[in-house]
């Protein structure tokens, strides 16, 4: 791979985790900044925001976890269609972050195997 190659994948990952922040476009993020880590606060970085949707995921699994067991028990208020309705989101959620997670494994690989 090239040097030009590595620059436009390497524009690409901080469109998209610019764009997945908020809003931004051409590089420049929501507050201002000429990059993902412009802002520089606790709020910015690839790190945190895959932490977040990994909690998110996480979230989602406790939230259909939950339901499941109330419907269960019997607890007025759960229905089967809303216990199966969260079980598929949380289904849904796990497949995508399992294939982010594949993603991430494929280019730490094609970066292992790049010549210096």
Excluded: C, H, W
Aim: proline letters at 4%; charged letters at 20%; zero cysteines.
């Amino acid at each position: 791979m090239s040097n030009m190659e590595i620059d436009r994948v390497l524009a690409q990952i901080r469109t998209m985790s610019a764009a997945a922040r908020g809003g931004a476009i051409g590089g420049i993020g929501a507050a201002g900044g000429a990059g993902p880590n412009a802002v520089g606060g606790p709020d910015t970085g690839f790190a945190n925001l895959l932490k977040q949707g990994i909690d998110k995921v996480n979230a989602t699994q406790s939230k259909a976890s939950t339901l499941a067991a109330q419907f269960e028990r019997g607890v007025p208020g759960v229905e089967l269609p809303q216990v199966m309705l969260e079980m598929q989101k949380a289904n849904v959620s796990f497949r995508a972050l399992t294939e982010v997670r594949n993603k991430f494994v494929e280019a730490y690989r094609e970066i292992m195997n790049m010549p210096l």
